[in-house]
């Protein structure tokens, strides 16, 4: 989906494929218990090989250095700012809207050329939509193409950007034309309360989403087929069987029409289970490495992240909701007479709605990078057990660098990341290789030292 929708159903929205994969646990399992039996076990055996998983990490991480590692760090650490950007230039785009009286005249507009509140309602935010639109698309442009290319991350050529683009713009014009209009009976409805119908709104929406995006918005920007029979697709099925996935095929989508990104998923929701990789892990990666991230990706789906995450998710968004609602009395009691905004169910307050949405959003970042991280943990340490491929998920960890800043400090991983630093995630799978180096199939892979 595309970056340009910072309007406040576009924050939601976006918010949803990213929550939707991932669950909280207070207590991240570090080793599995299976280690402790092994190594009770074996202790007899006394040929263990020397291992020392703080070495092998720095060893890995030192694979990644000069120029690749400064693009990489300058990369990652861009986006801190561009958060800040989007934040100020959203602001921006509704302060003007209000205080240059630009939204009260919108409505004023939209009341001469209907009779009908819910007509009025449409015309006020098909207006917004498209100014919004506009001024956020020199942002667009710049994170979404110029930025990419000048970091090497982006195959497109301007035409399907431009194309990918326009989709997303006209998905997210038509979810807000009928999301926006809902709201607002709710608020006419449910009064005071309600930012409690319009968090379920936004939370019946998100489910939606998550069963529709795979079967409906997905294929309007790749294509998938099936992975042609091979050992690889033989293993992959196994593992799935193995892990009780009822999955009997493997879909290839053509990622690199758009990046050189790596990734896999395997999504299910109402029955519709589905493993599929991109083209780039197929082709930058080895079997191995390959099996390494597809075990992690039935971790999230064995262990029920989507639906643990539209709950958290929720929460999330119930908390956004109580914050609007608080926001919008407070500013529109001291400004609203400037603003020409009469009141909750006035609709030239949206702008308000969407600046105080995000602001939330902005401020809770550390949270929703936290539900996030911690439930991509779970599924690095689920992938690891059921693949038992410690040093092929290193590798992969590192080919994830050319985006994501491999070595941060604690607060900034805590803060920034919603996927735990390649140095944790190599170190997670050199802490389970040391737990396991008695096993046969790994302490084959130690070389002597
Ligand atoms: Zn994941």
Redesign the pocket.
């Known amino acids: 989906m595309s970056r340009l929708l910072l309007t406040f159903l576009a924050l939601i929205f976006l918010t949803a494929p990213a929550l939707a994969?991932?669950q909280l646990n207070g207590l991240p399992p570090r080793a599995a218990p299976t280690a402790h039996v092994q190594v009770q076990q074996l202790a007899i055996v006394d040929a263990t090989p020397k291992f020392d998983p703080a070495l092998a990490t720095k060893a890995y991480l030192g694979r990644v250095n000069g120029a690749a590692r400064a693009r990489s760090d300058a990369y990652f650490e861009g986006g801190y700012w561009l958060m800040l950007v989007d934040l100020g230039w959203t602001l921006a785009i509704s302060g003007l809207l209000l205080w240059l009286g630009i939204s009260g005249r919108i409505r004023d507009w939209a009341d001469a050329r209907s009779e009908g509140r819910a007509a009025r309602t449409l015309i006020y935010v098909a207006a917004y939509v498209v100014i919004v639109t506009v001024a956020q698309f020199p942002l667009t442009l710049y994170e979404g193409y110029f930025r990419e290319h000048h970091y090497g991350l982006s195959n497109q050529d301007f035409t399907a950007w431009l194309s990918d683009t326009g989709i997303s713009t006209a998905l997210t014009f038509v979810a807000t034309l009928i999301l926006v209009p809902l709201l607002y009976a709710a608020i006419r409805r449910a009064k005071e309360n309600w930012w409690l119908w319009g968090a379920g709104l936004i939370i019946v929406f998100q489910v939606l989403v998550a069963v529709i995006y795979p079967i409906f918005i997905a294929p309007l920007f790749n294509h998938y087929t099936p992975l042609p029979d091979s050992p690889l697709k033989t293993q992959i099925l196994s593992l799935a069987r193995a892990n009780d996935i009822p999955a009997d095929n493997v879909w290839v989508m053509d990622e690199s029409r758009q990046s050189n990104r790596i990734s896999a998923n395997v999504s299910g929701f109402l029955g519709t289970t589905r493993i599929s990789l991109n083209d780039n892990l197929l082709k930058q990666c080895t079997p191995d490495e390959i099996l390494a991230v597809l075990g992690?990706?039935m971790?999230?789906y064995v262990m029920g992240?989507v639906l643990r995450d539209l709950l958290l998710s929720g929460l999330l968004i119930v908390l956004a909701f109580a914050f609007i609602h608080w926001g919008f009395l407070f500013a529109v009691e001291r400004f609203g007479g400037q603003w020409q905004v009469r009141g909750m169910n006035d609709i030239a307050g949206l702008p308000l709605l969407v600046a105080l949405a995000s602001l939330f959003f902005f401020l809770a970042t550390p949270l929703s990078n936290s539900i996030?991280r911690t439930?991509?943990h779970q599924?690095?340490i689920f992938g690891l057990d059921a693949v038992r491929k410690p040093d092929a998920f290193a590798t992969v960890m590192l080919k994830l660098s050319t985006y994501r800043k491999l070595e941060p400090s604690k607060w900034e991983e805590i803060i920034f990341f919603d996927?735990p630093s390649g140095r944790t995630r190599v170190m997670d799978a050199m802490i389970w290789k040391k737990e396991h180096i008695r096993d046969v199939d790994i302490r084959d892979t130690v070389s002597p030292q």
């Open positions: 994969q991932d992690h990706e971790g999230h992240h996030t439930a991509e599924a690095d996927h």
